[in-house]
């Protein structure tokens, strides 16, 4: 359930299966090799299996980790004997899970020397380049990282079908729920639909864990049927961890997660390109002492440079409140500053939002040859190059820093009204964050942004948003600071505000 495209690519491969002939008599060649790729958790194993039951056929399974082992040569040998164990129980299916462990390019050991993988890589291919076209034999392989898959694997005649397996959408999402719900005593009020809705991005593996960790509450709870409060909790558990009811914090780093968690919520509600804010909470979970969360209204595919520079700003939020608060942050915004490095990273080395680097991709974090895929090989640039991309991601933390001193500084009494609010119930919900909200001053639109400056198209007219000029439209606006700084910070006295 939830993959409807791949099912369907999968369909023919267990017609063959079932019925050769059929395929054969008008000379038609059934792919030797299909690869599926995506996420962990999105059913890759689960789909491998369910081809060879509905085709009645053996199913011989291995991982490619299994493959390898101290001794040089024992890798080739198991790859030959799976092979022929399939050709003596054909028609049959070979599945190989987690492929890469053996894939992986050729070279890309320590010294690009020929080790055991590199062996039983080419008695893998040596096995496909075998295969009998009438021995109704297909070999089924599953990746996290197609990208770093040796090239001699991926081409015609070897993985000639090639299907992706991602997360699920809302559809998908629902239909899953829907499986993993059965046999489980669900109350009248819990609403599929809505479950679905609240866990974008959530692969099969997450939707089941969900429904699991709600049996688990309510039989602990001795309920007799899964209710709304359950869901919530599990949702929550899968996203952040089980709560930590005996990390007791004092009031004053109460006080800061408080205000560090509205900082968040209150830049995301002030933003024009943010996800509405869901729920914000301060009670421990996992290794976070509270979060935010933001839920998107619908699936999203990619983002838009204004969408990834409010994911600055929100970022930034949390450690704008403790310096605008407390005058003293804490370590508490270090996963915070990370993500938003990197994500300041990408957008100079990748998408190409960048006015001094331009639109080229310096950032490949593969670099198999000496980093084995860790980003620890030599970069393609220089040394002149590298100091542009740290100055640029600079710019754009520091211009979400300013950013975010502005929106929580015009909203002080929002922010400190949602703070207090946290300490007195410590969770609030989508209808309070709302209320709370409602008097939140918006900032302001971004100026438009281009990279091309000279690089009009003759004949071709395009349109402009309101304010802009036609003739500026190409025109590549620079970034515009908002100089907030937080002695600038005051109450109505003129004297520097300070709440603890």
């Known amino acids: ?91 049959a299916i070979i599945f190989v899970d987690e492929i890469d462990a053996v894939g992986r390019h050729r070279g890309s050991g320590i010294g690009g020397g020929n080790d055991e993988r590199e062996q039983t890589l080419n008695q893998l291919l040596v096995e496909m380049d075998g295969f009998d076209e009438r021995a109704n034999i297909i070999l089924i392989a599953a990746t996290n990282r197609p990208d770093i898959l040796d090239p001699a694997l991926l081409r015609p005649g070897r ?32 609403d599929l639909r809505q479950i679905a809705k609240r866990t974008p991005g959530f692969t099969g593996a997450d939707l089941a864990n969900v429904l699991n960790e709600a049996a688990l509450l309510t039989a602990r709870s001795n309920m007799q049927f899964i209710d709304e409060r359950a869901i919530d909790e599990a949702i929550d558990r899968v996203i952040a961890g089980p709560q930590k009811r005996t990390r007791v914090m004092n009031d004053h780093d109460k006080a800061v997660t408080a205000y560090h968690e509205a900082g968040h919520a209150l ?14 909470t301060i009670l421990p979970r996992g290794r976070a002492l509270g979060y ?88 393609a640039f220089s040394d002149e190059t590298a100091a542009i991309i740290d100055e640029e991601v600079r710019r754009l933390l520091d211009n979400a820093m300013r950013e975010a001193w502005r929106i929580l500084s015009e909203n002080r009494a929002v922010l400190d009204t949602l703070a207090s609010r946290l300490l007195e119930e410590e969770t609030l919900d989508e209808a309070q964050l709302a209320e709370i ?46 100089d907030v700084s937080p002695t600038e910070v005051t109450d109505a006295s003129g004297e520097e505000e300070v709440q603890a």
């Open 1 to 91: 359930a939830g993959e409807d495209e791949a099912v369907e690519e999968l369909e023919e491969i267990r017609e063959f299966l079932a019925s050769p002939d059929k395929f054969h008599k008008v000379g038609a060649r059934i792919p030797r090799g299909v690869l599926l790729y995506g996420p962990p958790g999105t059913g890759k194993t689960l789909l491998a299996k369910a081809v060879a039951g509905e085709a009645k056929a053996p199913f011989f399974s291995i991982s490619g980790s299994e493959f390898m082992e101290l001794y040089v040569g024992v890798g080739a040998s198991r790859v030959r004997e799976l092979f022929e164990r399939a050709k003596k129980n054909a028609p």
């Open 159 to 190: 993985f000639d079908r090639q299907i992706a397996v991602e997360a699920p959408d809302l559809k998908g999402r629902e239909a899953i729920l829907k499986v993993h719900a059965q046999g489980k005593p669900l109350t009248q009020q819990v």
């Open 267 to 280: 830049a995301a509600a002030a933003l024009n390109y943010t996800d509405p804010v869901t729920k914000v």
């Open 292 to 379: 935010t969360m933001v839920m998107p209204t619908e699936d999203r595919f990619n983002k838009t440079r204004n969408q990834l520079l409010d994911d600055l700003v929100y970022g930034m939020g949390g450690r704008v409140a403790e310096e605008i608060v407390f005058r003293d942050p804490s370590t508490g915004p270090a996963n915070d500053i990370q993500q938003a490095t990197k994500t300041a990273r990408a957008m100079v080395t990748d998408y190409g939002m960048s006015d001094r680097i331009g639109m080229v991709k310096l950032g490949d974090a593969d670099t198999e040859a000496f980093g084995h895929g860790s980003g620890e090989g030599p970069r």
């Open 437 to 482: 909200f409602k008097d939140v001053v918006k900032a302001p639109e971004r100026p438009v942004w281009n990279y091309q400056s000279d690089a009009a198209v003759p004949g071709v007219v395009l349109g402009h948003p309101v304010g802009i000029k036609p003739d500026d439209e190409w025109k590549a606006v620079p970034e515009q600071g908002i």
